[in-house]
């Protein structure tokens, strides 16, 4: 009877120890949640030629290189650099306003600049030719 207590106690202890996963935080190595990483880390750095380059074809005959440039120039340096940087969300669309349809993938990032507290960064991402490449990017 002490043993069968013991055990009952035992599995207790360890579930109710273990930290319960978000979906995001189950997704962590997603190529998905990869390519927005790699995007926003190449926004934080001010790098907006090479983030041109990781947004597709739906993004890039959308918005030219020059206006994408002076949008992102108009905002990103005046946010300072991340104080911190969570993905709230991962949701998958067959369409996007604005956008043909196909298979879009959001990822929400909670986003803390040093001066700007609260923000929602939103990458969507579209599957072309085999890879996930962006085509929209959303600060709020």
Known sequence: MINRSFAILFVFLIV???PTLTFAEQEVGHPVII???QFVETLDKLDFSTAWNQTGIVNQSY???PEWYKKLLAVRPHLGH???RSIKKLSQYESWVGLP????QRVSF????LNKANSLETVILIEEQ????VSSYHLR
Do not use: L, N, Q, R
Not at 101 to 104: I, K, L, N, R, V
Not at 130 to 133: D, S
């Open 63 to 65: 918005i030219d290189h």
């Open 82 to 84: 991340v104080v911190k």
């Open 101 to 104: 349809d196909g298979d879009y």
């Open 110 to 113: 909670a986003t803390t600049f």
């Open 16 to 18: 109710s120890t273990t």
């Open 35 to 37: 390519a927005a990483e």
């Open 130 to 133: 085999g890879a996930w490449y």
